[in-house]
């Protein structure tokens, strides 16, 4: 995962509530074993209505309830690779926004009118450390789990915080060893 400091520029909106994993990305594209290769399948069904236009912006602003729906890990890499490192909204499903933040995604709850606001301005930038988001004509601080920010500061999942441990993990390796098979009593 790459480190998240601060994410600005341009914001990308989507006025919609309830915004399920299924419409994120539909079931027929979650074959691929890879994280990769999502991006173009985001909003899929909704993409081919006229009109449509998501630009791949830094930021996306949505409603609330953002993420509803089955569990699907996709979802967020979907986001991730159509271009997407933080999203805005007044709500998310809570397996989505971990989901997000196992990978390095952003997601903030910022209320419905500081999200409208950002919408209309259009720009805005995230400053994780800080935990505020600022604007053109306002700012708001927001919260998250200082062991997600600690791991999204520092660019890693979970797979590096595993290998962190390394030392401690050998250690206790190493106190479990017996000379001989191991065997259990019936």
Not at 20 to 37: A, C, H, M
């Amino acid at each position: 995962m790459r480190p998240i400091q601060t994410i600005t520029g341009p914001v990308s909106v989507l006025e919609r509530d309830d915004v399920d994993t299924d419409q994120i990305i539909p079931k027929q594209f979650l074959k691929r074993v890879q994280r990769t290769g999502f991006g173009e399948f985001l909003f899929y069904d909704w993409a081919k209505q006229p009109g449509w236009e998501l630009p791949p912006n830094p930021i996306l602003v949505a409603g609330r309830n953002f993420g509803c729906g089955s569990s699907r890990e996709h979802a967020p890499w979907a986001l991730e690779d159509y271009g997407f490192r933080a999203i805005l909204a007044p709500s998310f499903a809570d397996i989505f926004y971990s989901n997000c933040t196992k990978i390095g995604l952003l997601p903030v709850e910022l209320s419905a009118s500081d999200c409208q606001e950002i919408a209309r301005l259009g720009e805005a930038e995230v400053d994780l450390d800080a935990q505020e988001v600022r604007w053109q004509r306002g700012s708001a601080h927001f919260e998250i789990d200082p062991e997600i920010k600690h791991r999204l500061l520092n660019g890693l999942d979970e797979i590096a915080l595993t290998l962190a441990q390394g030392e401690t993990i050998d250690a206790y390796e190493r106190e479990r060893e017996r000379a001989g098979p191991v065997t259990t009593a019936l």
